[in-house]
């Protein structure tokens, strides 16, 4: 990072189908490099799975790293925009960044994160954050309890402002040298004024990845029986995986929208001749 940082960019206000743009520019993007970015997907997931179960400091320790490696898909995609394919070693270029800021922006992430979940307390009086943090067993009625729908939905709603102010922050460290109080700040401020863009985009990705798969395992079920349970596991997964994946790259293309369109964007590749 330059001794001197650079001054903070500006924001657009985009309209709501914006959302879709986004989805749609991450999808170029992975059709590009279709079984990279999978590879890429699953490799991520598996780290942050295999970092998560080291006993006492594994979960916040994935939490802290979370910018890190999303650092990984800002690099890939960056690299893919300009004509070069994405490779596996870019999950790891978040190492090489600027690690000084992107550790206190995972810090303050696992912090917003941890506050989100305490807030429960205030509901079931504590029952939910004995089970997450100390491992204590839920009491069997716990998921038909009338309570148990409004400590779900506060703790989301808790944990929102934390996940907008991380959208964009990572990005705004790396390609815009900002310091991260600074980063977490504006991408909070943009993700607010883009809220219908954001809730576009929410709202597809919920559909595509919990309703359309969800009706569709019943229809198998009902059709075949105990086997269609199996083969829509079969058939769901990568559709779950490529979904996860384009939003992951989604990232990246909603901070050019939204900062710098100027830079170059993803376009679909000629067909061969």
């Not at 808790?158 to 996940?163: G, N, V």
């Not at 779950?240 to 992951?248: D, F, K, Q, R, V």
Request: net charge neutral; glycine share 6%.
């Amino acid at each position: 990072m330059s001794a001197q940082l650079k001054a903070a960019p500006a924001f657009r206000v985009l309209p709501p189908v914006a959302g879709l743009g986004w989805l749609r520019g991450a999808s170029i993007l992975l059709a590009g490099a279709r079984l990279t970015w999978l590879l890429f997907f699953v490799c991520y997931i598996v780290i942050l799975g295999l970092i998560s179960i080291i006993p006492i400091i594994g979960t916040p320790l994935a939490t802290v790293l979370k910018p890190v490696f999303t650092v990984g898909f800002l690099a890939a995609a960056w690299t893919q925009t300009r004509g070069q394919k994405p490779a596996l070693a870019d999950l790891f270029r978040g190492f090489q960044a600027n690690l000084r800021a992107l550790i206190p922006l995972g810090l303050a992430y696992w912090a917003a994160i941890n506050l989100a979940m305490l807030s429960t307390a205030l509901i079931d009086g504590g029952v939910f954050i004995g089970a997450i943090f100390l491992g204590q067993p839920l009491p069997e009625d716990f998921l038909t309890r009338a309570e148990t729908q409004w400590v779900m939905l506060l703790s989301v709603a808790c944990a929102l402002p934390a996940i907008l102010a991380m959208w964009f922050a990572p990005a705004l460290v790396v390609f815009d040298e900002l310091p991260w109080y600074t980063a977490i700040r504006l991408s909070l401020a943009a993700t607010v004024a883009n809220w219908r863009a954001f809730l576009v985009l929410g709202a597809t990705v919920f559909l595509f990845s919990a309703m359309l798969p969800a009706l569709a395992l019943q229809v198998l079920v009902l059709l075949f029986g105990p086997a269609g349970l199996g083969f829509a596991l079969v058939v769901l997964m990568p559709w779950w995986m490529a979904l996860m994946t384009t939003l992951c790259i989604s990232d990246y293309v909603s901070y050019l929208d939204t900062f710098h369109p100027e830079a170059p964007r993803p376009e679909p590749e000629a067909p061969a001749a």
